[in-house]
């Protein structure tokens, strides 16, 4: 039995990621009854709150998620105590050492410590060394690090953050958040693939043509210019979030359903990408950066004329890519990846396209059958739809597709829990299956950092390259239609 009386730590609890997320998810896990009564929060930051502040900023977070708060937010609150702080100053952590220990005794808490790191990335080291040196990292109970993304920016940064988490905290004791392995229908992969006769016995080169993953955005860089505009596309969604579900898509069916059997047949799907050349990185990927452009009625601008983005900027927004998964049952099977902000909507999707009959006898001359499709909608809908060919009433001989749909949050949306609430209520578990393993993180820098190294060595694509309100630029169609495909519409 998982024990789960424990203390939190928000590093950051003054920021964006607090106040949207992860405050609403404490107290949804408090309401549901998945949070131990005994339970402290610490939040941490710079400012100069003091306890209520801090407590009328949660109650303000639950507010504005729109929650149903019942009767029992003052007990909640009564939970949630402030720390200023300055990261690099010992006694701060004397500080938070004390506190943490008469909110233990007052809460009867065994000493568990969970330490969640919503803070700019730079400081993730020094926290974690801290913690450590200054004995915060507690003797008694457990003591989990969560760490938020982006988790370095190429395989050097990565390696060194890494090394100073792991001088204070075990492997086991890290959880690194990927937020989409915490989304309802990224986990159903999984159980659509190895739950299901009629899938998994298809899933391979034999029936499978090519698989497409896509997550669009429809909203801009919105304030986060200067940030996004070090990070760019590739580094901040196709690293982390496209290469998970590639994984989870592509993986062996692990022996059990735990932990390390699932990290390590994701390991081994990330080993079998096919490595590529700076000169190849061409062959395989696209990069886009978006101008101004229509979303529905409104004109909206280019990203080199947002907030702190410069004008020449050579970052992309954009990026397409095609995978090769190097092993038995993957060869020759393009797996297509794409994702970009400004795009025509917002949408993550994953399409599976099966292989077209060796002959269909409802193909027409001029017009062949439409191949099965099953597609995993993610967000915002969460469902599965089947397309099939099935008989086009009325008629005989002729052949139309239908479309079989299953709608996971049409019912009920607030019925689904954020991804953020799940992982929180996983690490307070222990459970690090929906968590990045470091040699996941590991490979996925590898093979991302060639494709940043030759865009950064090659400036030949013109900037800006696709309209903010399209689906990218041309040379992602290119991509595909090289293959003899294109892109499913994700509508
Ligand atoms: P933010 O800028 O809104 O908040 C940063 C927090 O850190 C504030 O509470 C601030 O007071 C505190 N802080 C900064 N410097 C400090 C210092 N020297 N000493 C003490 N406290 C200090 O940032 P955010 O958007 O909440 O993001 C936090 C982390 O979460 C980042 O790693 C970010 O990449 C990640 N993240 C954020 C989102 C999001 O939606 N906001 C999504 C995914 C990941």
């Given at each position: 039995e998982a024990n789960t009386n424990c203390s939190i730590v928000i590093f950051g609890a003054t920021g964006d990621l607090a106040k949207r997320k992860l405050f609403p998810s404490i107290y949804n896990l408090y309401r549901k009854g998945q949070l131990d009564s005994r339970f402290a929060v610490v939040g941490v930051a710079r400012r100069g709150w003091t306890d209520e502040s801090f407590r009328e900023n949660v109650a303000a977070s639950l507010r504005d998620s729109k929650m149903q708060v019942e009767g029992d937010l003052e007990d909640f609150l009564s939970h949630f105590r402030y720390l200023a702080f300055d990261v690099t100053n010992t006694a701060s952590y004397q500080d938070l050492n004390t506190l943490l220990g008469e909110m233990e005794q007052q809460f009867d808490i065994p000493g568990n410590r969970m330490f969640y790191m919503a803070m700019a990335p730079e400081f993730f080291g020094t926290i974690a060394s801290y913690l450590k040196s200054e004995g915060v990292k507690n003797e008694k109970g457990w003591n989990r690090l969560i760490i938020e993304k982006p988790f370095g920016r190429d395989l050097p940064s990565a390696q060194k953050l890494n090394e100073e988490l792991r001088q204070a905290f075990a492997e086991d004791e890290i959880y690194r958040i990927d937020h989409y392995l915490g989304k309802e229908m990224v986990q159903n992969i999984e159980v659509i693939r190895f739950g299901n006769a009629i899938f998994e016995s298809l899933w391979s080169n034999r029936y499978i043509s090519n698989i497409q993953v896509t997550s669009s955005e429809s909203l801009g860089v919105e304030d986060r210019g200067g940030y996004y505009d070090k990070s760019g596309a590739l580094r901040d969604m196709l690293q982390n979030h496209m290469l998970q579900m590639v994984a989870l898509l592509a993986m062996e069916p692990p022996i059990r359903l735990s932990t390390d059997e699932v990290r390590s047949e994701k390991i081994k799907a990330l080993r079998s990408l096919r490595p590529m050349t700076e000169e190849e990185v061409a062959k395989y990927f696209v990069r886009g950066q978006y101008g101004p452009g229509t979303m529905g009625e409104k004109e909206v601008p280019g990203y080199r004329s947002e907030g702190n983005v410069p004008e020449d900027s050579r970052t992309e927004t954009y990026v397409a890519g095609k995978l090769m998964i190097d092993n038995f049952r993957w060869a020759g099977v393009p797996f297509y990846v794409r994702t970009g902000k400004r795009m025509a909507e917002k949408s993550t999707k994953i399409v599976i396209q099966f292989k077209d009959l060796p002959m269909n006898l409802y193909d027409k001359a001029d017009e062949k059958k439409q191949p099965n499709l099953l597609i995993i909608h993610i967000q915002p809908d969460e469902g599965i739809s089947l397309v099939l060919n099935g008989k086009k009433m009325g008629t005989s001989g002729t052949a139309t597709p239908v479309k079989l749909d299953y709608c996971?949050?049409?019912?009920?949306?607030?019925?689904?829990?954020?991804a953020y609430e799940k992982l929180l209520y996983d690490a307070i578990q222990g459970d690090g299956t929906n968590f990045t393993h470091w040699d996941e993180v590991a490979l996925s820098w590898q093979f991302v950092d060639v494709i940043s190294k030759a865009w950064t060595n090659n400036t030949n694509v013109d900037f800006p390259n696709y309209a903010a309100g399209s689906m990218g630029p041309q040379a992602a169609d290119d991509l595909l239609a090289e293959d003899g495909f294109h892109w499913w519409p994700i509508a």
């Open positions: 996971n949050n049409c019912v009920d949306s607030l019925n689904t829990p954020e």
